[in-house]
């Protein structure tokens, strides 16, 4: 199981012109597909004469699910060659976005190709890609004579706590990471009484 992931932080841009064609990149940083709908319609506000607005995403990590779409241009010209580039950097959560402006003059399918192919990879290669750790959420129920021996290992690991409900008996949601999980989930299973479930 993979313990990292590949991704960008923050939007990025870039441009190329291709016998009097211009292409305008963008990536995002996404965790959604609404993510993509409003990306994808503020671009179309500041590029309102803009014939074609292709893009390509990728999101997830284990279940990865993705889409191309070539807004128009020829089939397989534009959204396919976007995404590649994406599969190339070996990058999820992001959306590529390259808007095109028609020049007059057909670059062809080969032209498209490349032309949308060059354009993502400047695009990338203008945002900085970060490495991320990937987390898993534990769900623990315990008595709560257990909290400080619950709190020992939560700050031992540094643990987030996501949510936590504390009574007689509490219930604690974290954040725990692939790399981790394993040795987490071993110490909490040394104490009786503690039920540790993975959501």
Do not use: W
Not at 13 to 38: H, M, N, W
Not at 96 to 124: D, N, P, Q, W
């Amino acid at each position: 199981m993979k313990n990292t992931y590949r991704t960008i932080d923050v939007k990025s841009e870039s441009s190329l012109k291709e016998k009097q064609s211009k292409f305008y990149g963008y990536a995002f940083p996404i965790r959604d597909t609404e993510s993509v709908k409003s990306s994808i319609d503020s671009l179309k506000k500041m590029h309102h004469s803009a014939r074609h607005f292709c893009y390509a995403y990728q999101i997830g990590i284990q279940d990865l699910v993705y889409r191309v779409n070539d807004d128009g241009e020829p089939r397989n010209s534009a959204g396919t060659p976007i995404y590649g580039q994406i599969q190339s950097f070996d990058l999820t959560n992001i959306l590529i976005v390259v808007v095109r402006y028609f020049g007059g003059t057909k670059l062809g399918v080969g032209g498209l190709v490349s032309a949308y192919k060059e354009c993502a990879k400047l695009t990338i290669e203008s945002n900085t890609i970060i490495t991320k750790e990937i987390t898993i959420k534990i769900q623990l129920k315990f008595d709560y004579l257990l909290m400080n021996k619950v709190m020992r290992v939560i700050k031992e690991h540094n643990l987030e706590i996501l949510n936590q409900q504390m009574h007689t008996s509490c219930v604690f949601e974290l954040l725990t990471t692939t790399k981790n999980n394993d040795i987490v989930c071993d110490q909490f299973k040394r104490h009786l009484g503690i039920v540790i479930s993975i959501k």
